[in-house]
């Protein structure tokens, strides 16, 4: 009985998707990237992309058979 009430709590939450770190980090770099000022900030932001760009790899690797 526990598992279906369980159940009926999470039916209106999304489902996550692999790819839900991706966007997140995608969103963390355009905070930075409004927020930005001086060169330091920038470089922060292309931090943050290199990390997003490495976890969309990740990501496509589990995902994909070549």
């Known amino acids: 009985m526990m598992r279906i009430f369980s159940r009926a709590d999470r039916a209106g939450e999304p489902e996550p ?15 930075l ?18 990390e997003c760009l490495i976890s969309l790899v990740a990501t496509m690797r589990r995902r ?3």
């Open 17 to 31: 998707t692999p790819f839900d770190e991706v966007f997140r980090r995608q969103n963390q770099a355009s905070d």
């Open 33 to 50: 990237l409004e927020r930005a000022v001086e060169a330091v900030d920038f470089q922060a932001v292309g931090m943050q992309l290199r």
């Open 64 to 66: 994909v058979e070549i």
